[in-house]
């Protein structure tokens, strides 16, 4: 199946997923391929590091990386994301199918719509299958842009512009970068925060933080090993899909 590179916008998100596969009983250690120090979950082959905040800064993360570390063969974007639905729960999880640029504003030609990237089908299958042990997870679209989403009417805006059941910063950047050297790419985000009730965004952040990228470290961990058990399966719909969307 070859090596994996998951990239993580913050170190805060990157040390708590490593911190829960530790609690799995899974092997982390620390080395330096070129001048970058990363991290590799070694029982899973996963390489982890840090690309930064914002999309081009992520981008530019995953694209040093890349070009640093030897033989990656699939790229995860990891990390935390908004809401956008209130059926959704803190510590649920978002396998983003489409990662969807939201705040790219083409004013001169907007027949052209919003830069779109669809995930890799094989991975975004593998990991649809994952069954949660404690929380959900979806299979949908994620909203990509460099903005934080503390409002409801924002939020809304954002659901009919988009059909993205969630909002993060880096996955569009993520993308691109994959794209460009050919590697297969989905993003996968724990939700921390949503806009609907009272307790504030960057509240629920803090406090959720660590249980989402638990969460993350769940699907992502047992998506790897069903991807090695069974190998690339034609897409299918799963029961994990994106119907917070009609519901």
Request: proline share 3%; net charge negative.
């Amino acid at each position: 199946m070859g090596r994996g590179l998951a990239v993580f916008p913050l170190k805060r998100e990157m040390e708590f997923f490593l911190q829960a596969m530790k609690r799995e009983g899974l092997t982390v250690r620390s080395f330096q391929e070129g001048s970058a120090s990363v991290k590799v979950v070694e029982e899973l082959e996963l390489v982890c590091g840090v690309g930064g905040h914002g999309k081009v800064q992520f981008a530019l993360g995953v694209q040093r990386l890349l070009l640093e570390i030897d033989s990656v063969t699939h790229l995860f974007c990891l990390g935390a994301a908004g809401g956008l639905h209130e059926d959704l729960n803190p510590g649920d999880v978002i396998i983003g199918e489409w990662t969807v640029e939201h705040d790219y504003k083409e004013r001169f030609d907007p027949s052209h719509g919003l830069p779109t990237f669809r995930a890799d089908r094989d991975w975004v299958q593998a990991l649809g299958m994952v069954k949660p042990s404690g929380f959900s997870a979806y299979v949908g679209r994620i909203a990509s842009g460099d903005e934080d989403i503390m409002e409801r009417s924002r939020a809304e805006e954002l659901v009919r512009q988009t059909d993205a059941l969630a909002v993060a910063w880096e996955g569009a950047g993520g993308a691109r970068a994959g794209r460009l050297h050919r590697v297969p790419f989905v993003e996968i985000r724990g939700i921390t925060d949503t806009t609907v009730g009272g307790e504030s965004v960057l509240s629920q952040f803090e406090r959720n933080l660590r249980v989402a990228m638990s969460n993350v470290a769940q699907v992502v961990g047992e998506g790897i090993n069903s991807r090695r058990e069974s190998g690339p399966r034609p897409c299918q719909e799963g029961t994990n899909s994106s119907s917070l969307l009609t519901s």
